[in-house]
């Protein structure tokens, strides 16, 4: 049964996507050597329309082989337990998406006060360093290098202007 529900939702999201797709490729992909109105919605709906079809061709697979961890547990996973979905527990603990929503939810302001990358390092810092407990090296250079790549692709590759915050601070609050 369950198998048949992944089947007709691939179905679902893989025709939901070619529709858009259709209807997306009326749209300018270009113009002036710039990205146009079309570009997003030709990737997205391009996206869709694989992603549906190959979840659909994969529920029609067998089950396949159940992974599972062996040994010990790692500390960040045995800190954040109480956060987990894991299978196992009695029923889904909703707490993991209550504090990941808070922090979108709480940053949003911040990004017309700070701008759009001080926001975004503060959004990844806490979700990295709090939610998920990662406080290694690689964590903290994510906290700089995803806003300020996401800034630069956005305002240098395609053209969109971002909020820079009241202090009109810049890419990196310099």
């Not at 959004?123 to 964590?139: D, S």
């Amino acid at each position: 049964m369950a198998r048949q529900a992944e089947f007709l939702f691939g179905i679902v999201v893989s025709l939901a996507g070619l529709g858009a797709l259709i209807m997306a490729l009326g749209l300018r992909m270009f113009a002036g050597g710039i990205p146009g109105p079309g570009l997003f919605p030709v990737l997205v709906s391009s996206a869709l329309t694989v992603l549906g079809a190959l979840f659909a061709w994969q529920s029609m697979r067998g089950s396949g082989i159940e992974v599972r961890a062996v040994g010990r547990v790692a500390a960040v996973e045995s800190r954040h337990r109480h956060l987990s979905t894991d299978v196992g527990q009695d029923k889904p603990n909703p707490w993991r998406a209550i504090v990941v929503w808070a922090g979108f939810v709480a940053v949003v302001p911040l990004i017309y006060v700070l701008g759009f990358t001080l926001s975004m390092m503060v959004l990844v810092a806490y979700l990295l360093f709090v939610v998920e407990g990662r406080r290694t090296l690689p964590a903290a250079v994510a906290v700089i290098a995803i806003p300020a790549a996401i800034y630069l692709l956005f305002v240098n590759a395609l053209g969109i202007t971002l909020p820079v915050g009241l202090l009109r601070l810049g890419i990196l609050g310099i």
